[in-house]
């Protein structure tokens, strides 16, 4: 698991989390703000494992910033520690200066959470907004795939 090999389609990007007690509220479950934090992880293991960049050496390295404007989650079934919750990460669009991402977290067959995450291209020591850079662009043309079920 882990890279997008794995799968039938090479859109499609798994990423496998431990879910640990620390993770976990009174009730014994994940807390709701960690479940959020594994999809960004998710994430950030796609452009790492895609672009050749996770979101620090970017910044860093490239001086292109990619902030969130907008998370939407649907909750399905409460994660646990009990099972690997493996992440599936979608690059469904592919816009001049942002991109939209599906992720569907799924333990034990089931399905947890399912949620959208948009990113904005800025250059990040000005934090002023930019196309998305050739480069990059190119690397993303090929991995945008329909919208999951």
Same mark, same amino acid.
């Given at each position: 698991?882990? =890279? #997008? /090999?794995?799968? %039938?389609?090479?859109?499609?990007? &798994?990423?496998?989390?431990? *879910?640990?007690?620390?993770?976990?509220?009174?009730?014994?479950?994940?807390?709701?703000?960690?479940?959020?934090?594994? %999809?960004?992880?998710?994430?950030?293991?796609?452009?790492?494992?895609? *672009? /050749?960049? =996770?979101?620090?050496?970017?910044?860093?390295?490239? =001086?292109?910033?990619?902030?969130? !404007?907008?998370?939407?989650?649907?909750?399905?079934?409460? !994660?646990?520690?009990?099972?690997?919750?493996? +992440?599936?990460? @979608?690059?469904?669009?592919?816009?001049? #200066?942002?991109?939209?991402?599906? !992720?569907?977290?799924?333990?034990? /067959?089931?399905? +947890?959470?399912?949620?959208?995450?948009?990113?904005?291209? !800025?250059? %990040? #020591?000005?934090? @002023?907004? &930019?196309?998305?850079?050739?480069?990059? @662009?190119?690397?993303?043309? %090929?991995?945008?795939?329909?919208?999951? @079920?």
């Amino acid at each position: 698991m882990g =890279d #997008s /090999g794995n799968s %039938a389609a090479a859109t499609v990007f &798994i990423h496998p989390v431990t *879910v640990r007690w620390a993770d976990c509220d009174p009730a014994k479950i994940a807390f709701t703000g960690r479940i959020p934090y594994f %999809a960004l992880e998710a994430i950030d293991a796609w452009w790492d494992a895609n *672009v /050749g960049y =996770d979101w620090f050496r970017i910044n860093v390295d490239r =001086d292109v910033g990619t902030p969130f !404007v907008h998370l939407s989650l649907d909750f399905r079934s409460p !994660v646990t520690p009990r099972h690997i919750l493996f +992440c599936e990460v @979608r690059l469904i669009r592919l816009g001049e #200066s942002s991109v939209r991402f599906a !992720v569907r977290g799924e333990q034990d /067959g089931v399905t +947890c959470f399912e949620g959208q995450f948009v990113e904005v291209f !800025v250059k %990040a #020591s000005a934090h @002023r907004k &930019i196309a998305v850079p050739e480069d990059i @662009r190119s690397k993303l043309e %090929a991995l945008v795939s329909e919208e999951p @079920r």
